[in-house]
């Protein structure tokens, strides 16, 4: 038996006779054909019902005022009810797509849907996506100040406590055979990294922003590595590695004045050992070393052009050279390494991710970065800085006005080469 399929000509037959069979309302039967009466169904195409929104769209016009009409509303979310749309690429990012929901009086007219707002930034009046702010670039650089020298006392202190055992058992340390140069040469490798990198911030076209993002992650590093030092003192990597006799072996006892004087003598050499002025032990847990070569590598890597590969290349091939001569010269224990870098490549990472992500950077119950205690910090530093990452370009540290007259300088002598290059090349010829 085959199914019979009804059409829609079927169904008007059936209902222009079910209409003759019925009487009209003066009681006389059905059967009327004029124009008028005569119930005719449209043969339309089922997609016409199939693509037919079942919301009307006038209905969300309220909560999405930038949503053409004739297309459904925007997704939600599935837990929070929150609306997500697509931003065009000459957007200005950092302003909440529901602020034409606002009135004038900032109040919320549809009630809120989003459980945070983007806050407005300074950029949409000054126009510049990249302020300088130099009121930030100081507290971060006082920030990282105040830890060092926190890590310089917490030294001076710790060093009246290492323990006078023997090295503790490290695989690593035993696979290598101990060089008492490698040290130096190690310090060598850390002086050419942190130098080209600090060239690379001081030419950055955004100097200011790059530098205090530098900044604060140095100073939460120095901080974190003066808690760890002072907590858990380990004995000495190298027994041949000649340190200061301690106050109690001569019967003295540590003073305020005695820790200030070697905190500045610590400071004053930069915590290298080559200079001769880093002779007190025990800072350990963890490497600064290993935190310097993998930050300087970092920033080489993210705030300089891809295109320049052999340097980045250059760079983590002298990290690891550098690393391994710390080792082999006995300066650190392998887990002071493997946990400096740990830390370093982690907050590196957790700080851009949320400066380059405009949801990290704001309040929400779902962003759980807020409960990091630095979290505040860095959305300071952020707030006005345009949302992903920073454009690489290099320029000269100079005022604006002596870069222009620079510039302006160099074109003039450019063209006036040119043009007597062009004469010439133009004499020659009639010549010819």
Request: charged share 20%; glycine share 6%.
């Amino acid at each position: 038996m085959t199914a019979h399929r009804r059409t829609a000509s079927d169904v008007r037959l059936e209902i222009n006779q079910a209409i003759d069979l019925t009487d009209n309302d003066d009681g006389s039967p059905g059967g009327n054909t004029d124009e008028t009466d005569d119930i005719d169904l449209i043969d339309e195409d089922e997609d016409e019902f199939l693509n037919h929104p079942l919301v009307p769209n006038d209905s969300y016009r309220g909560y999405y005022p930038t949503q053409p009409p004739g297309l459904p509303p925007p997704p939600y979310d599935s837990q929070e009810g929150e609306a997500y749309r697509l931003v065009a690429d000459d957007e200005e990012d950092g302003s909440s797509p529901l602020e034409a929901m606002e009135a004038e009086d900032g109040t919320n007219q549809n009630g809120p849907l989003n459980s945070f707002r983007y806050p407005r930034s300074k950029r949409s009046r000054s126009g510049n996506p990249y302020p300088r702010e130099l009121k930030k670039f100081i507290a971060g650089a006082v920030f990282m100040i105040i830890n060092f020298v926190a890590t310089t006392v917490a030294l001076s202190v710790t060093h009246e406590r290492v323990p006078r055992y023997d090295p503790l058992p490290d695989i690593i340390l035993d696979f290598f055979r101990y060089q008492h140069w490698a040290l130096t040469a190690s310090e060598c490798l850390l002086s050419i990294q942190c130098a080209t990198a600090f060239l690379i911030c001081i030419f950055h076209k955004h100097r200011f922003i790059v530098l205090r993002r530098l900044f604060l992650l140095l100073g939460l590093l120095y901080g974190y590595r003066a808690v760890t030092m002072f907590v858990t003192v380990l004995p000495i990597a190298n027994p041949e590695y000649q340190c200061d006799p301690k106050l109690s072996d001569e019967g003295k006892v540590l003073t305020v004045t005695i820790v200030l004087m070697r905190a500045i003598k610590i400071m004053s050499g930069f915590g290298l050992t080559m200079n001769g002025n880093h002779v007190y032990c025990g800072d350990f847990i963890y490497s600064g070393h290993t935190m310097t070569f993998v930050l300087a590598y970092l920033v080489m890597l993210e705030y300089t052009s891809k295109r320049l590969y052999v340097l980045h290349w250059v760079a983590w091939i002298n990290a690891i050279t550098g690393v391994a001569l710390l080792l082999m010269a006995r300066g650190h224990y392998s887990i002071d390494v493997i946990v400096a870098y740990w830390i370093s490549t982690r907050l590196w990472y957790l700080y851009h991710s949320m400066a380059c992500n405009s949801q990290l950077k704001q309040a929400s119950p779902t962003n759980y970065f807020t409960r990091i205690w630095w979290w505040t910090f860095m959305r300071w530093f952020e707030e006005n800085v345009k949302t992903g990452p920073i454009p690489n370009g290099f320029n000269l540290p100079l005022p604006k006005a002596l870069c222009k007259s620079l510039r302006t300088k160099s074109r003039t002598l450019v063209n006036e080469t040119s043009r007597l290059t062009r004469n010439r090349q133009r004499k020659y010829k009639e010549e010819a």
